[in-house]
């Protein structure tokens, strides 16, 4: 990748090597002087929450926080912004909460015109690769956080949003999700809603097995005893399917940095500093392999995909299956609240990642080429008001990683459980600091040769090794960027 | 007025006629010549820098075990056709006797064709897994010991993979030869008859020698279609896996250029792959001079 860090500087450097908030707050200054003047707006936005949908009454009082807003904390704007954004697909809703956001912020600045599209999956990626070589496209572009953000940012595409948005304002995102996209003291996305995977379980088969459906399993000893508890109540323990291989990243990010203290250090094996046979990387194949071993896997998976290995959970056959929080309406709505239960993942690692929630926040970035950059930095602060982010979790069930977002209001027991978790349990996926090609070339080869038994644990752990060896020689660019990165973390 | 034409044709200066033909000459070099050019040229560059690395692609390729794999899947893959041409000559041979009811049994066997490679996709998709209706069947019929994850275990994926391919495109041939035995003389059928020639004999010394030049056809469209058309079915049914037991060219190609953002060697491997093609064409069609076949 074309390394090209010159992106525009309009803003003082801010200190973000560890994204505290209270680093932040130091930074705010002035700014959050002035932004102080907008927050009888914000409590008006957040009195005005209490309609969850989007009637005329709603619509007019958002307009009004956003008009509001505006008067007080920037000049007026105006001029043209084309919104790319993906989302619809794992948050169904947010493509009519998009709608609304942008005729809102259009109604409160009325020189300003906001075109957004709605992204297929499969051309988000080159379709922007595509704009950030023409350097023309969006202003505003959405990206999956970590190394696809970064991936831009190093290639110039991408103006830093701590350049953009003031320090006060980010300190209301949780530090995690920003620390995806923080390199060199900048950082390159705002987070825009949170994706954590986690696994879900039956109540009812808990029960049924003689387990406590309260208290589910977190040791892997537990875990394990709960794979056999289910499995002679003829269960099947786990519902998973590995075919096409869309499942696998979900899968690994349960178990692959329990050996770890921090994501960023999974770049070490990638980075060549660290080699993945050290049982801190590859503990975990030895754990999967005990599961298949013990059964608690349904027979198919491996001619299933993900799709239909979740599908094992929601006819009722299978006592646990990971998925991502978006999916637990749609479970509750299936299996009944009382029935649908979340868990984090077994603990067995001795690195403090060990157990934790994995979770990646969505990204939105300011393009460097974009025409009117603080119209898309105002905007996305809008998006970021709460009232705005409490509609957008009505309307998606999508939960922002903001301290504003008021989880009090979150319909489902399983949700709030999830943001509770996320805010202080929560741990960035590997994916966010891991080569994609990495994956499929080589990560998911040794998850799927596991358990078509092709592979033994270490001989998973060597594959890995050798294919990341040879990626590293091949992408010697690459890898310096990502050396630097890790190494910017600390 | 023939021998007129061709004096009147050679009689022009050869730059007049390059005139008339420098418009579809520029629209085929536009459509044809400058997108390989463009790839081969983006072989040759280091997509990061923009830099020429000359055949550096080239040889990361050689030492790239997907790459080989990849194209050693598409040569698999080549299994198809005869398999293809056997099943197309055999039922337009059935068809073409007009069984009872044949008019139906040709619209069934071109029916999958019809449908977008998508679909049949995902149908086969259902029927392969480890409790669709391919295992339910041979568990019904007591061939339990057969039972597979069709497309989950790499020694059975690629085949699955080519069965898919096969139910689908065996349509397409049959129409084709039928059309072609539609045009064979019925005195052929019935000297060979005559003579004492039974169904075996006739389709060798009388169908298969009609079909020659269509079959020819046919295997060189497929032989392309293996190299070049199977992206759909490995995406649908496979994304290359397991580990890269179906992994093809195209896939290879796809993956390297709009995922790993390694433009360079997707090119590379373009441009071997059109390489491969363009070789395995020209030999099969002159085998075919050699053998005859127009």
């Known amino acids: 990748m074309k390394t090209d860090r010159s992106e525009p500087q309009q803003r003082a450097p801010i200190e973000l090597q560890s994204f505290g908030r209270r680093q932040f707050l130091r930074g705010a200054g002035g700014v959050a002087i002035t932004s102080a003047f907008g927050l009888p707006a914000i409590l008006a936005a957040c009195s005005n929450s209490a309609s969850s949908s989007a009637s005329a009454a709603a619509t007019a009082s958002a307009g009004a926080t956003a008009s509001a807003e505006t008067s007080t904390v920037a000049p007026r704007l105006s001029g043209k912004s084309t919104f790319w954004w993906w989302g619809e697909q794992e948050a169904p809703g947010l493509e009519k909460w998009v709608g609304e956001t942008v005729g809102l912020y259009q109604d409160a600045h009325p020189g300003v015109e906001i075109s957004s599209v709605l992204q297929a999956t499969e051309s988000l990626m080159p379709g922007f690769k595509a704009a950030g070589d023409a350097k023309q496209g969006p202003d505003l572009q959405y990206m999956w956080g970590g190394i696809s953000t970064m991936g831009f940012a190093w290639q110039g595409f991408v103006t830093p949003i701590s350049d953009l948005i003031p320090a006060d304002e980010l300190a209301h995102i949780f530090p995690s999700s920003l620390s995806e996209t923080a390199d060199q003291g900048k950082v390159y996305a705002l987070p825009w809603y949170i994706f954590p995977l986690h696994f879900a379980y039956n109540k009812k088969h808990f029960r049924t097995a003689g387990l406590d459906p309260e208290s589910p399993p977190r040791s892997w000893n537990d875990f394990l005893v709960a794979v056999d508890k289910l499995k002679a109540a003829g269960i099947t323990p786990w519902g998973y399917g590995l075919k096409g291989l869309s499942g696998i990243g979900n899968f690994a990010s349960q178990f692959n940095l329990q050996g770890l203290d921090r994501p ?165 996926n590997y994916q966010n600091f891991w080569p994609p090609q990495m994956d499929r070339e080589n990560l998911f080869l040794a998850v799927q040769g596991l358990f078509n038994g092709q592979l033994q644990p270490d001989q998973a752990a060597t594959q890995v090794q050798e294919t990341l060896d040879r990626w590293r020689d091949k992408n010697q660019d690459q890898v310096k960027q990502l050396s630097d990165w890790a190494a910017s973390a600390g | 007025m023939g021998r007129l034409l061709r004096s009147l044709r050679w009689s022009r200066p050869p730059s007049a006629a390059w005139l008339f033909l420098t418009p579809a000459v520029f629209m085929a070099l536009l459509v044809f010549a400058y997108p390989i050019l463009q790839i081969l040229r983006a072989s040759l560059l280091d997509r990061g820098r923009n830099q020429f690395v000359g055949l550096a692609n080239y040889a990361s390729l050689t030492d790239d075990p997907i790459a080989w794999q990849s194209i050693q899947n598409n040569f698999l893959l080549l299994a198809v056709i005869p398999v293809l041409i056997g099943s197309s000559i055999l039922i337009a041979s059935i068809l073409f006797d007009h069984p009872r009811g044949w008019q139906i049994y040709r619209t069934l066997v071109f029916a999958p064709y019809v ?55 065996v349509g397409f041939g049959v129409t084709l030869f039928l059309a072609r035995l539609t045009t064979a003389s019925t005195d052929l059928y019935d000297a060979a008859r005559v003579d004492g020639a039974g169904w075996f004999a006739i389709m060798r010394h009388v169908t298969v020698p009609h079909l020659r030049p269509v079959i020819a056809v046919y295997a060189a469209s497929t032989m392309i279609g293996m190299f070049s058309w199977v992206f759909g079915y490995i995406y649908i049914l496979t994304r290359g896996g397991p580990g890269y037991s179906t992994y093809v ?25 059109l390489g491969i093609v363009v070789v395995a064409v020209a030999f099969q069609f002159s085998g075919q001079r050699q053998m005859g076949v127009e």
Not at chain 1, 370 to 380: C, G, H, I, K, R
Not at chain 2, 128 to 151: A, K, M, P
């Open chain 2, 249 to 273: 060219s195209e896939y290879f190609i796809y993956q390297s250029a709009f995922n790993y953002d390694s433009l360079g060697s997707a090119a590379a491997l373009a441009s071997v792959l």
């Open chain 1, 264 to 428: 960023i250090d999974i770049l070490k094996p990638v980075a060549g500093t660290a080699k993945y046979t050290d049982p801190a990387y590859s503990e975990w194949m030895h754990r999967i392999k005990e599961a298949i071993d013990r059964g608690a896997f349904n027979e198919d998976v491996n001619s299933l995909d993900l799709a239909q290995g979740q599908d094992l959970f929601v006819s009722g056959e299978a006592g646990m299956n990971i998925i991502g929080q978006s999916q637990i309406s749609g479970l509750v709505k299936a299996l009944g609240s009382d029935t649908v239960g979340v868990m984090l993942p077994p603990k067995f690692g001795s690195g403090a990642l060990a157990g934790k929630l994995s979770t990646t926040a969505q990204q939105l970035l300011v393009t460097s080429w974009a025409t009117n950059p603080d119209v898309a930095a105002d905007f996305l602060k809008f998006m970021h008001t709460p009232e705005r982010l409490k509609a957008m979790n009505v309307a998606s069930g999508a939960i922002p990683p903001d301290d504003r977002f008021d989880a009090s209001g979150l319909e489902l027991a399983q949700d709030r459980q999830i943001l509770a978790w996320a805010n202080t349990d929560g741990a960035t």
């Open chain 2, 115 to 169: 449908l977008s490679v998508v679909v049949v996709g995902i149908a086969f998709d259902q029927i392969y897994t480890g409790r669709g209706v391919l295992n339910t069947v041979l568990s019904g019929v007591g061939l339990d010991g057969f039972r597979r994850e069709w497309l989950g275990d790499p020694h059975t994926a690629l085949a699955s993979v080519m069965a898919v391919i096969i139910w689908r495109e």
